[in-house]
């Protein structure tokens, strides 16, 4: 099993950054991908970004440019600027362990115009 634990998120006026972390652990040997999804209220959950094991990265559309994925051992970052009001939502740290994925728990991100 693998535990993955956020930490950041909070209030942020548009314009402004944050930065989210995630860190695994348990039985980490193996997680071949580490990333952030989020899900805003009434609408389905989506990818923000994503890292491989090798470093190879994916975007959201509506983040490139604005937010950096980072994966340092067993820990993943998302730094995130330029944020905007629609940017706010519930973001899930993700994580995959050969064919198992895993979720945190949340932390929710608010960004006011």
């Known amino acids: 099993q693998v535990q993955l634990a956020e930490s950041g998120g909070g209030l942020v006026q548009a314009g402004g950054s944050l930065r989210l972390s995630c860190s695994a652990s348990?039985?980490?040997?193996?997680?071949?991908?580490m990333g952030w999804y989020r899900q805003a209220p009434g609408n389905e959950c989506e990818l923000v970004a994503v890292?491989?094991?090798?470093?190879s990265t994916n975007y959201a559309d509506s983040v490139k440019g604005r937010f950096t994925i980072s994966r340092i051992k067993k820990t993943v970052n998302l730094e995130m600027s330029s944020l905007k009001p629609e940017d706010t939502a519930v973001y899930y740290c993700y994580g995959r362990r050969f064919n198992q994925e895993y979720w945190g728990q949340g932390t929710q991100v608010t960004v006011s115009s």
């Open positions: 348990g039985s980490t040997f193996g997680i071949s991908a």
């Open positions: 890292i491989t094991s090798g470093g």
